[in-house]
């Protein structure tokens, strides 16, 4: 009976889902109608999160937005053409684009502990061409 209890206890450790709210975001050169593009715009993740981004197609990166992050949180910029990740450990809105695309539309965000205290920041950014209009709809569905 202990033995089989055992079992369960096992199991319901092997197959219950994930607690962790890590995020897996592709770095792409299409996605649809899309040309370079994270497959994902906006992830929420809790403090202490990791999100991993992909660099399925070659020649993006991840780089923090100047005024885009919470206060305190130093910059960050990724290499080209590789996978890289970054552990969000302070709350708030985090504003990033791929450098080389930052005028294409290749931008994203990320909210951490569901914290946006720093929006009227992140309102204030100034985004480049195709990516004017892109921002504006994602941060107002943040
Ligand atoms: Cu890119």
Known sequence: MKNLILKIILFL???????????????????????????????????????????VNPGHNVEFIKGGIPAGVEKFKS?????????FNTPGIYAYWCTPHKSMGMIGFVVVGNDKSNLEDIKKLKFYGKSTKIAETLINSL
Not at 33 to 52: H, L, P
Not at 79 to 87: G, H, L, M, R, V
Request: charged share 25%; aromatic share 12%; with cysteine.
């Open 13 to 55: 450790l092997l197959c219950s889902p994930s607690y962790s709210a890590d995020e897996n975001i592709d770095m792409l050169n299409r996605l649809g109608k899309e040309i370079n593009v994270y497959s994902k715009k906006i992830v929420n993740v809790d403090v202490g999160d990791t999100v991993f981004w992909k660099s």
């Open 79 to 87: 290499k080209y053409s590789k996978d890289t990740s970054y552990t």
